[in-house]
């Protein structure tokens, strides 16, 4: 029964990632998909087996219970209040498996929602309010000018700058970083969607946001000299020690949009006065032992999505699945490391 139910909605993820790859494919803003990962690679290093992106990470499990407000604005049936399983990956930012810890940089919290009924709800989180670009075309340039020079092996300063100039959406996000102390844990850093979604509700009311998961316990970071004595390897730990004590608990918050605001830029927050409502509560209730797990052969796209939940018409967001089904291929194919 279990296999068959596991079969089952591998069969349905596989069925919407080719669904997602006919749109992406149609969609004339994406990047061919093996240009964008060769780009990634070209940029952040080959590292084969692990992600192209959050390459270091580590798998948990926990469970989701859904809010009165989420079934207000949703009939998605993982705002139930029943606890729903759920798959989570905590990565480091970038394709390198060995990116320390304590450095002031990206965080992830990838989720796979494992719906009572063969539904599925994936997301990859970060833990910054926006993405370093705003097309995929953008995104593409700016690895492309992050690639090392042959002869140098470093990027070339003159076309990083040149490209940034041209292109000032891609500094956004390294300042939010370099305005942030390093997280003190996965638990304590706030994660971001950065693209908007439509909450629908049973009634057909239609409600666009852009979601936050917020550490139940606060935010925290560490001061630069706590940063340097923790060393480049202390998340993993950290992270089996507080689930343990059963402290890792996330409120999966949504501000509500408003007529006029922005709703297809992953560069441009919602303003924060807009209303939140929480959606839930999640809580991490398990680490996996290795650097195996469940999350190893999944790849997260962000729209593979609930009945009740729609994508906004973000670039970004429309031309994840195609690369990201090109990176599981590859790292499945040189023996998937985590
Ligand atoms: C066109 C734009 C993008 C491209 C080409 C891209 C590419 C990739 C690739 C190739 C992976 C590795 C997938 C795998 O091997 O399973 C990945 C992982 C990831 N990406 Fe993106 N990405 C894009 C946009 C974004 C945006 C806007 C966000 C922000 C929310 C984001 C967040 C993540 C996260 C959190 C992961 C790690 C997920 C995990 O733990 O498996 N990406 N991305």
Redesign the pocket.
């Known amino acids: 029964m279990l296999i068959n139910l596991h079969t089952n909605r591998t069969a349905l993820t596989l069925f919407a990632v080719s669904q997602l790859l006919m749109l992406s494919a149609v969609n004339a803003q994406t990047?061919d998909?093996v240009t964008?990962?060769n780009a990634?690679e070209a940029a952040g290093g080959k590292f084969e087996g692990f992600?192209?992106?959050?390459a270091k990470?580590i798998c948990a499990t926990g469970e989701f219970v859904g809010s009165a407000d989420g079934r207000n604005l949703s009939s998605a049936s993982v705002f139930s209040g029943q606890k729903i399983p759920v798959i989570v990956?905590f990565?480091v930012g970038g394709g390198n498996p060995k990116a320390v810890d304590n450095a002031k940089s990206q965080r992830?919290?990838?989720l796979q929602f494992n719906i009572p009924g063969g539904e599925t709800w994936q997301m990859?989180?970060?833990s910054a309010p926006v993405?370093g670009s705003s097309t995929?075309t953008q995104?593409l340039g700016r690895l492309e000018s992050l690639a090392p020079d042959p002869s140098t092996k470093a990027p070339n300063p003159d076309k990083v700058k040149a490209f940034a100039e041209a292109n000032p959406e891609v500094l956004l996000q390294g300042k939010y970083f370099a305005s942030q102390p390093v997280p003190a844990s996965f638990a304590t850093v706030n994660y971001?969607?950065?693209?908007a979604f439509a909450f629908v509700n049973a009634k057909g009311d239609k409600q666009f946001g852009k979601w936050i998961f917020e550490p139940a316990g606060g935010v925290m970071g560490l001061s630069d000299e706590e940063a340097k004595a923790k060393g480049p390897s202390f998340l993993f730990d950290d992270l089996r020690q507080r689930v343990k004590e059963g402290q890792v608990s996330f409120n999966f918050n949504l501000q509500l949009a408003e007529p006029g605001d922005r709703l297809d830029s992953?560069t441009v927050p919602l303003p924060e006065s807009r209303r939140k409502v929480t959606l839930g509560s999640l809580k991490v209730t398990a680490v996996s032992e290795d650097s195996g797990g469940a999350?190893r052969d999944?790849?997260?796209v962000?729209t593979v999505l609930p009945k009740g939940v729609e994508p906004s018409n973000d670039p970004?967001?429309a031309?994840?699945a195609a690369?990201?089904a090109?990176?599981?291929g590859r790292?499945l194919s040189e023996g998937s490391k985590q």
Request: hydrophobic share 45%; net charge positive.
């Open positions: 990047v998909p964008m990962v990634f992600r192209r992106s959050g990470g990956r990565s992830n919290m990838a990859g989180n970060i993405f995929p995104l971001w969607g950065v693209h992953a999350c999944i790849t997260f962000p970004m967001l031309a994840r690369p990201y090109v990176g599981i790292r």
